[in-house]
């Protein structure tokens, strides 16, 4: 029986039909299949609002960048601004025909099936064929989920994506949000982050790394896999070669370039400038809030003068050496036992203080007077004994021992400590972390913007802030205030105040009996003299005589308090304040009595460039004028608060050049400018405090232990905190003429004599500032003396029942 024979023929048609069945139903289940992985498949319009979390930046006044806020830190960078030569590197090493295919490569697709095959072979994780388009698919709306639905999903939302959007729109998405390690996403980042350069200044070899990345960031880390980086960076060169993009002579110069990079962490990107980002970081959070702070793109321009922070970090640091190096060694960082393998111990010990000068040693022997120590990098080296001259051992109460007369006196074999070359013959000197902190502000008196502003030793030892944070008493920095209420209330710089012995009963009874620092007296003598010698008695009695309600209320006026107690003890500096607060209220001296908001911002824009916020607010009619034509300037309004009289400013001004010429400041004369200003120390100098201006520079300096302490019995304001203010204006002014301060219209200035405040013109005379027909002599001018006894028995003023006041606060400092 044949094939033509009816059951044959009858066979064939069933099994066709059963073929045709088979067919239509794999084509049935196919479309199903295909149908019920793709119909929630998101809109490929999403893409065209692209907005992705882009990196805060905060820059310093002249452009430069001080710090970064970000979770993924991201510069967004349009496509138009993408150098040529960095498209061609991503195209060659992630998707050679991506301008001729239509979001899916099948030739690509081809070639990955065949590797895919021996991969299932060798137990390999398998490749994919993904193009440019469909990573962008996988990044922005689907997950990386290695599975054959999600393969397809991306191959079909790549079609879409392909006919919605330009080549160029694609590549913007792909080299924008591309991760590529180091936190690094997006190629401008990335090439900041690797190199530290802009995509314009990124040669061949660096561009065909950061190609290389997208593949696996991780395997090729540069720190890690070295090789593996330089290899694969190597094949994108020789793939660009091979396309035509670059030249043979081109690809072997590049291939034999070195690799480097350098890594940057997020946050402060300048050195020493670390407490004034993140003063910045936390107002951009208090204003915005975390997702546009971390995600937002926001361009900050930040106050800081980078020449001043330079001046004022340097001038704290020395000065807070000094300091310690007075109060004696305290111990090593810790020890270790030297008779091993001390050199991979060492290696693992971390510099800790912040100073890259520094490095971590440790004490292997003695030779003589000269100590042998070993350093990080397994090298030795020498510390003379005069570089341990300094290290008397610390005792209580900030005294110390006798001087050392051998190294053993203050070190012994196996201390680890800090040490600095001192010359470039490997000799070191000891160092030691200032245990005592504390913290500089200079500021624009005139507008309020902080220059600079450093909260202590340095940011890796300690992160708190003692410029911002730190509330602490002012001493006698605090009475220029009470001398400004009393100037503003009839008196003049040459009314005379009793200098004598000083008594009250306080609010719970007990009998309050401040003294000076000196334990003398002056008498009766002038209130520029009570002020210049920082005479407590003198400051009590005349905030007495004007009324402490009065005084309170100009330095709340300045911003220096929201509300302070009217006790007389709060008139030599018994109240908290902060250092930056300190500095604004002694900016409305030198600007003639206008009230400053203290500012570290200048502007913030919006990650298109959009300025959302200024910290000069006023408005200028005329400053957006396409061009001139003969037309005045525009002149802007002075919109800043008048809060205290611009003569009395000015006296007040007078009286503080006083104390830096004659009085407890005359440290600072070294200077050679013209300059004012006021030491201030605590209850037993637990604070010290300088805060000084010259016409357009106002600076402070704080210096004291964080858990409150005295410094020692002779430290005070004049020997700690005014050489820093020194040391910072000398660096601040030099190149600049010494500037006169500016006087206030009206008042009178007349000679009189310095001691008796009587007119003359003989030896002995000094320029004193008065107001119209109140100088000696004048209609106006005031008779009345402040004394007469030993201070009110009872008196309404008196500190609060449980108010701790000691009785040597405030003084000569």
Same mark, same amino acid.
């Given at each position: 029986m044949g094939f033509s024979s009816p059951m044959w023929r009858q066979i064939l048609l069933y099994a066709g039909l059963g073929v045709g069945v088979l067919a239509a139903g794999a084509v049935l289940g196919a479309f199903i299949y295909i149908y019920t992985i793709t119909r929630s498949l998101p809109?490929?319009?999403?893409?065209?609002?692209?907005?992705?979390?882009?990196?805060?930046? /905060?820059? @310093?006044?002249?452009?430069?960048?001080?710090?970064?806020?970000?979770?993924?830190?991201?510069?967004?960078?349009?496509? #138009?601004?993408?150098?040529?030569? /960095?498209?061609?590197?991503?195209?060659?090493?992630?998707?050679?025909?991506?301008?001729?295919?239509?979001?899916?490569?099948?030739?690509?697709?081809?070639? @990955?099936?065949?590797?895919?095959?021996?991969?299932?072979? &060798?137990?390999?994780?398998l490749e994919g064929a993904s193009t440019i388009t469909q990573q962008v698919a996988k990044n922005f709306l689907l997950n990386s989920d290695v599975k054959f639905s999600r393969k397809i999903r991306e191959a079909i939302l790549a079609i879409r994506i392909d006919a919605t959007y330009s080549k160029e729109k694609i590549l913007e998405l792909y080299l924008n949000e591309i991760y590529l390690g180091e936190n690094s996403y997006g190629v401008a980042a990335a090439a900041l982050n690797y190199f530290g350069k802009s995509l314009d200044e990124l040669d061949v070899a660096e561009v065909a790394f950061l190609a290389a990345l997208p593949k696996a960031p991780s395997a090729y880390d540069p720190v890690t896999n070295h090789q593996t980086a330089v290899d694969r960076r190597n094949w994108v060169i020789g793939q660009m070669e091979d396309n035509g993009y670059i030249t043979a002579d081109q690809a072997r110069a590049s291939i034999a370039e070195p690799l480097v990079t350098q890594t940057r962490a997020i946050g402060s990107q300048t050195q020493d400038a670390d407490y004034f980002v993140e003063e910045v970081r936390r107002l951009l959070y208090a204003r915005y809030g975390e997702q546009a702070l971390y995600d937002g793109g926001l361009q900050?321009? &930040?106050?800081?003068?980078?020449?001043?922070?330079?001046? #004022? /970090?340097? &001038?704290?640091?020395?000065?807070?050496?000094?300091?310690?190096?007075?109060?004696?060694?305290?111990?090593?960082?810790?020890?270790?036992d030297v008779s091993g393998d001390w050199k991979t111990t060492l290696a693992t010990a971390q510099n800790q203080s912040g100073i890259d000068s520094w490095r971590v040693a440790v004490v292997l022997s003695f030779d003589g007077n000269n100590t042998k120590i070993g350093l990080g990098d397994g090298s030795s080296a020498t510390i003379p004994f005069t570089e341990l001259s300094w290290a008397r051992r610390e005792l209580a109460n900030a005294s110390v021992g006798a001087a050392p007369v051998k190294p053993q006196d203050v070190l012994k074999i196996g201390d680890v400590i800090y040490v600095e070359p001192v010359d470039n013959k490997r000799n070191f000197g000891l160092r030691q972390v200032p245990e005592a902190n504390g913290g500089i502000v200079a500021m624009d008196p005139h507008t309020g913007r902080v220059l600079a502003l450093s909260g202590g030793f340095s940011y890796a030892s300690s992160e708190f802030d003692r410029a911002f944070q730190a509330l602490r008493q002012p001493g006698s920095s605090f009475k220029p205030y009470v001398y400004a209420a009393a100037l503003d209330n009839g008196y003049t710089p040459v009314t005379k105040i009793l200098d004598a012995p000083f008594e009250m009963v306080d609010g719970s009874g007990k009998i309050w009996r401040p003294r000076n620092f000196e334990r003398h007296y002056l008498g009766m003598t002038t209130l520029r003299r009570g002020i210049e010698l920082s005479r407590n008695l003198m400051t009590i009695r005349l905030a007495q005589a004007v009324g402490m309600e009065k005084v309170v209320e100009y330095p709340e006026r300045f911003g220096v308090y929201d509300h302070l107690a009217p006790l007389l003890a709060n008139s030599i500096g018994s109240g908290e304040t902060t250092l930056l607060k300190q500095v604004t209220g002694y900016s409305v001296f030198v600007n003639g009595g206008k009230k400053v908001i203290p500012s570290l911002i200048d502007r913030i824009q919006d990650r298109n460039g959009r300025t959302i916020w200024r910290h000069d607010g006023r408005a200028c009619d005329g400053c957006s004028a396409g061009g001139w034509s003969g037309q005045s300037e525009p002149l802007i309004e002075d919109t800043r608060e008048q809060v205290l009289d611009p003569q009395t400013a000015y006296q007040v001004v007078s009286l503080l050049e006083g104390v830096v010429q004659r009085g407890t400041g005359r440290s600072v004369l070294a200077v050679g400018k013209p300059l004012a200003g006021k030491t201030g120390t605590s209850n037993d100098a637990k604070d010290v405090w300088f805060v000084g201006f010259s016409p357009d520079l106002v600076c402070g300096v704080f210096v004291g232990y964080d858990n409150p302490r005295t410094l020692g019995s002779l430290e005070q304001g004049a020997t700690v905190a005014a050489p820093i203010f020194r040391d910072f204006m000398k660096g601040a002014l030099s190149g600049q003429p010494g500037l006169p301060f500016r006087v206030a219209p009206g008042?009178?200035?007349?000679?009189?004599?310095?001691?008796?405040?009587?007119?003359?013109?003989?030896?002995?005379?000094?320029?004193? /500032?008065?107001?119209?027909?109140t100088a000696p002599g004048e209609p106006d001018a005031p008779t009345a003396e402040i004394g007469g006894g030993m201070g009110a028995i009872s008196d309404p003023n008196a500190p609060a029942a449980g108010t701790t006041v000691d009785p040597n606060n405030g003084g000569l400092y």
């Open positions: 809109s490929v319009e999403t893409l065209r609002d692209y907005q992705p979390p882009v990196t805060t930046r /905060v820059y @310093a006044g002249d452009g430069s960048l001080l710090g970064e806020y970000a979770r993924e830190r991201r510069i967004f960078v349009p496509v #138009a601004f993408v150098p040529k030569l /960095v498209i061609e590197a991503f195209t060659s090493a992630e998707d050679k025909n991506f301008y001729n295919h239509p979001g899916i490569d099948p030739s690509g697709i081809m070639r @990955a099936g065949i590797k895919d095959i021996f991969n299932v072979f &060798a137990h390999r994780r900050v321009r &930040a106050t800081l003068d980078t020449t001043l922070q330079n001046y #004022a /970090v340097n &001038a704290l640091r020395q000065g807070l050496v000094r300091y310690d190096r007075r109060h004696g060694w305290r111990k090593p960082i810790s020890s270790i008042v009178e200035i007349v000679n009189i004599d310095y001691h008796t405040g009587e007119l003359s013109d003989g030896p002995g005379s000094i320029p004193e /500032v008065f107001k119209p027909n």
